[in-house]
């Protein structure tokens, strides 16, 4: 290579060129080779000793986006086996329950290691080989390796129950009104943004508590609890009713 490369670009590069060098390992009866931890960051060091000083190309990933990740999970068709959210259900592993938080070219190593499989899978369902573009890569790395702390989608009619078995219901109706049209002590969640994110919905529940804590004693109802998944369904029946009021 006549570039200064960094161990992602030597990674997406191989990943890049799997169909033609696995065809051609196959034909001369060699083994395609797999990548311990730290092979591809030694793997890329000796690339750049051997370019010589002379050269100045240099091309350098920049750090992977999560979010750009998971963009790329999908219109590249890991998602069809992996599931949309990397969790498993259509025929792949759950990604979220791999060791993946190692360092960024041990995660692009095991990918390479498990593309031989993955070639067959996807030939069987007609998927093309994916390619890698600019920070193509690094982008789905970053992805892989934060995907522990990607909340699961909530479960909404649990969350229903969540809202009228806790009580929520007793200070904040979807209409913000008693059945006798006076209003209720707490303002009407649906549609509101304190659900814009699971950050979003703990902080305001925080800023509140003295305020509902006040109410909930005045009303002689007991301090409620959330365990669990709670939170992250009482969240999908705020999102769900908020898109149908």
Request: net charge neutral; hydrophobic share 40%; aromatic share 8%.
């Given at each position: 290579?006549?570039?200064f490369?960094?161990?992602?670009y030597?990674?997406q590069?191989?990943?890049?060129?799997?169909?033609?060098?696995?065809?051609?390992?196959?034909?001369?009866?060699?083994?395609?080779?797999?990548?311990?931890?730290r092979?591809?960051?030694?793997?890329s060091?000796?690339?750049?000793?051997?370019?010589?000083?002379?050269?100045?190309d240099?091309?350098?990933?920049?750090?992977?986006?999560p979010?750009?990740?998971?963009?790329?999970?999908?219109?590249k068709?890991?998602?069809?086996?992996?599931?949309?959210?990397?969790?498993?259900?259509?025929?792949?592993?759950?990604?979220?329950?791999?060791?993946?938080?190692?360092?960024?070219?041990?995660?692009?190593?095991?990918?390479?290691?498990?593309?031989?499989?993955?070639?067959?899978?996807?030939?069987?369902?007609?998927?093309?080989?994916?390619?890698?573009?600019?920070?193509?890569?690094a982008?789905?790395?970053?992805?892989?390796?934060?995907?522990?702390?990607?909340?699961?989608?909530?479960?909404?009619?649990?969350?229903?129950?969540?809202?009228?078995?806790?009580?929520?219901?007793?200070?904040?109706?979807?209409?913000g009104?008693?059945?006798?049209?006076s209003?209720?002590?707490?303002?009407?969640?649906?549609?509101?943004?304190?659900?814009?994110?699971?950050?979003?919905?703990?902080?305001?529940?925080?800023?509140?508590?003295?305020?509902?804590?006040?109410?909930?004693?005045?009303?002689?109802?007991?301090?409620?609890?959330?365990?669990?998944?709670?939170?992250?369904?009482?969240?999908a029946?705020?999102?769900?009713?908020?898109?149908?009021?």
């Amino acid at each position: 290579m006549s570039v200064f490369a960094s161990p992602l670009y030597v990674a997406q590069e191989i990943w890049n060129h799997g169909p033609v060098m696995l065809a051609s390992m196959s034909q001369l009866g060699l083994t395609p080779p797999t990548f311990g931890e730290r092979d591809l960051t030694n793997l890329s060091a000796y690339i750049r000793q051997q370019a010589g000083p002379g050269l100045q190309d240099r091309l350098l990933l920049t750090p992977g986006n999560p979010n750009e990740g998971r963009r790329v999970f999908g219109s590249k068709g890991c998602s069809s086996c992996h599931g949309a959210g990397a969790q498993g259900g259509g025929g792949g592993p759950d990604l979220s329950r791999f060791p993946l938080r190692r360092s960024a070219e041990a995660v692009a190593g095991r990918m390479w290691n498990h593309s031989f499989a993955m070639n067959d899978a996807m030939r069987a369902r007609g998927i093309d080989w994916p390619r890698f573009e600019n920070s193509e890569l690094a982008d789905l790395v970053a992805f892989l390796y934060f995907l522990p702390f990607f909340d699961r989608p909530g479960d909404a009619l649990r969350g229903e129950e969540v809202f009228s078995n806790r009580s929520c219901d007793g200070c904040h109706s979807p209409a913000g009104l008693q059945e006798d049209q006076s209003p209720l002590a707490g303002p009407d969640l649906i549609g509101s943004t304190v659900a814009s994110s699971p950050a979003a919905l703990v902080a305001a529940m925080w800023n509140h508590a003295p305020v509902m804590r006040a109410a909930i004693l005045a009303e002689g109802r007991p301090w409620p609890t959330l365990s669990g998944g709670d939170l992250r369904n009482l969240r999908a029946y705020l999102l769900r009713r908020g898109n149908n009021p």
